[in-house]
């Protein structure tokens, strides 16, 4: 940890249902981690800040360094959201934690083959939760090293064909 | 013989009468010496007349005894003559004996000769009788058909009933003269191929009653001799009946399979349904639930201190609601999972199986006492992890209810069960249960006590249930309130070890 907040560098958390963002942003609270979250509540404006277009056009230039990511969402949802980023060869750099509800198989194999980094089921029990939540936010986006790698100014050929679906 | 005899014996008696006359001349003295000279002569010739007598008697005599002799010897032969005789007259009979005897066999033969014949001859009527009545009976048609002109000689009641005409209507036409046949082959071919072949045979063919009426019939031809004239009999048969079943069979199966196909279709709409409610299940239920208790423990956190013991309490009860929904949940998209999920069969070695589990449970039997019999176990083919759900179940189960029992005993053994299975027994001596509701226990969700009394879903007896049925066997329970209870599950052993 660096102490400084803006050395943190930045959780991208997919969520459409704002109590869930809360609850997940009450958790990361204890690491100071919440203050670093960026929060799009679906798929395509997920992808609108990975490519900093749209609404996101201005935010300052630099990738998360997670992606936590909801499945089940309005118009693209985190499946799609992370077949897009796994396509282009800058965001799949990026490590995606898929937090779901939903604790079936084939969902899970299907995120695994499109080459999600974790797949966590949030879990009822409160106090679960926020422990999950926390060992996501400590890991994430303190232990774990991201690659260095050159700022790629234009979008990709993936992101303009996102734009259609 | 006997008349030289008679002559003999009158000169005999001649013979015996001259002495006397001599007798009374010597009485007489004056003529003594001329008489006695005259007497000497006399007597001289009277001896030579008896000497040549007495010769000529024994020369009679000798004759006769030769002739005695020649008739003896005569006779003799005559004997012997008659003794062959007698033997060859033996002989003759015995062999007229014989003779009677074999004509008496002959005679006995012709008899039975005769008997046969006579039950042929009856053996020949019954089986005209009998082939009458079967050509009169037959619910196949019959037509027999002069071979050289093609008409018909007999038709049977079956077959111009059929035809919708009278016996009299048939008789002696050709069948081409008659309106059903007349679309089969023209009756000269078929003569011509029938004399060829000695058979012909039609499938399927298509006649039209008098009446306008389809049926279908098989017909067979072929030749055969009565007496000495050549014959055809031809049997028809009436297919209608069977072709019409044979459709409706047809019709059915296609019907039935197209009730599959829907019905398969059903199911599969009713499988992606259940599959949609337990993701919904799963993800949009739980989301609520999680915000329940996230947003109670929060406001705890923030606001608990300032809240009245009566406001933390009504905060208590709704994380306990909130968690035991979660609970329900857990438990009801488990026992989706285990009805869903692919069974992978090995051999399972259920003692082994009940040791690892038993491990498990060393934590939550830390200070009571129990005393654990566990018999010899079988090897059983079935999905590992599945019967390890079955055995932590009904463990877990007997331990729940023998909570109360100072000294809690639970046996696990093998009971010889019906053929083809094996059945395992956990029996304790806890609780029990009323088994009027013995039948309510395998249901999702069932309790048979109060939450306050054992604590639990009742999802446990219906994974149980749902596991040992799709391995193919039965679970089933006994008990008596407050008597303990045993619970059963059977494996089928059909299955020889392939592994």
């Not at chain 2, 001799?225 to 199966?253: P, V, W, Y």
């Not at chain 2, 259940?274 to 993701?279: G, H, I, K, P, T």
Request: a negative charge; glycine letters at 6%; charged letters at 30%.
């Amino acid at each position: 940890m660096n102490g400084s907040i803006a050395n943190v560098k930045k959780i991208l958390l997919v969520e459409d249902d704002p109590r869930d963002v809360e609850l997940t942003l009450a958790a990361l609270q204890e690491y100071h981690l919440d203050r670093t979250v960026a929060v799009v509540d679906n798929g395509a404006e997920a992808l609108d800040y990975l490519y900093r277009r749209g609404k996101f056009k201005t935010r300052p230039e630099g990738d998360p360094v997670v992606v936590l990511l909801d499945n089940k969402m309005p118009k693209l949802n985190g499946l799609e959201v992370l077949t897009t980023m796994k396509t282009d060869s800058r965001l799949k750099m990026i490590p995606v934690v898929v937090l779901t509800s939903s604790r079936e198989t084939p969902d899970l194999l299907e995120f695994y083959r499109t080459g999600c980094n974790a797949y966590v089921v949030k879990p009822v029990n409160f106090s679960e939760f926020i422990n999950a939540i926390k060992q996501l936010g400590v890991f994430w986006a303190i232990i774990n090293e991201v690659p260095v790698h050159e700022e790629i100014e234009e979008p990709s050929a993936a992101a303009a064909g996102v734009e259609e679906i | 013989m006997n008349i030289e005899d008679s002559t003999f014996t009158e000169r005999r008696k001649s013979a015996t009468s001259e002495p006397a006359s001599i007798l009374a001349r010597e009485n007489d003295p004056g003529a003594s010496q001329i008489g006695r000279d005259l007497r000497v002569e006399r007597a001289e010739i009277r001896t030579e007349q008896a000497e040549s007598r007495t010769a000529q008697a024994k020369t009679r005599t000798e004759q006769a005894e030769t002739r005695t002799e020649q008739a003896e010897t005569r006779m003799e032969q005559a004997e012997t003559r008659t003794e062959q005789a007698e033997s060859r007259t033996e002989q003759a009979e015995a062999r007229t004996e014989q003779a009677e005897t074999r004509m008496e066999q002959a005679e006995n033969r012709t008899e039975q000769a005769e008997a046969r014949t006579e039950r042929s001859e009856q053996t020949i009527r019954e089986s005209e009788l009998r082939y009458r009545r079967l050509f009169e009976a037959a619910t196949d048609g019959i037509l027999i058909l002069d071979v050289e002109t093609g008409r018909i000689n007999d038709v049977n009641p079956f077959l111009f009933n059929l035809l919708g005409f009278t016996h009299a209507e048939m008789i002696y036409k050709t069948i081409g003269d008659l309106g059903p046949f007349r679309n089969v082959e023209p009756i000269e071919g078929m003569l011509e191929r029938i004399k060829l072949q000695g058979i012909v045979s039609y499938d399927d063919l298509s006649l039209e009653t008098r009446d306008g009426r389809r049926i279908a019939v098989d017909l067979v031809s072929n030749v055969y001799q009565s007496g000495d004239k050549t014959m055809i009999r031809c049997n028809i048969r009436d297919i209608t009946e069977r072709k019409r079943a044979e459709g409706e069979i047809l019709r059915l199966n296609v019907e039935l399979e197209q009730r599959v196909a829907e019905r398969t279709a059903q199911l599969q709409i009713a499988n992606e349904e259940l599959e949609a409610f337990s993701y919904s299940v799963s993800h949009d239920l739980r989301g609520p639930l999680r915000h329940i208790l996230g947003f109670a423990d929060l406001l705890k956190m923030d606001a608990g201190a300032s809240l009245s013991e009566k406001g933390n309490r009504h905060l208590g009860s709704i994380s306990e609601a909130a968690e035991r929904m979660g609970s329900l949940i857990d438990d009801l998209l488990t026992f989706s999972r285990v009805g869903k999920s692919p069974m992978q069969k090995t051999e399972v070695n259920l003692e082994e199986l009940v040791g690892e589990t038993l491990s498990d449970f060393q934590q939550e039997t830390k200070g009571r006492t129990i005393t654990w019999d566990i018999r010899k176990l079988p090897v059983v083919r079935g999905d590992r992890s599945l019967l390890r759900m079955v055995l932590v179940n009904l463990i877990s189960n007997a331990l729940k209810f023998t909570h109360g029992r100072a000294h809690a005993k639970i046996e696990i053994g093998h009971i010889s069960g019906s053929e083809g299975e094996t059945v395992i027994s956990i029996r304790d001596n806890g609780a029990g249960f009323d088994p009027r509701y013995a039948n309510k226990l395998f249901g999702v969700f069932q309790r048979l006590h109060t939450q306050a009394e054992f604590e639990g879903t009742g999802i446990g007896l219906a994974n149980v249930q749902r596991i040992i049925h799709r391995h193919g066997g039965r679970a089933w329970a006994e008990g008596i309130v407050d008597g303990g209870a045993t619970f059963y599950f059977s494996i089928p052993t059909g299955q020889p070890p392939s592994k």
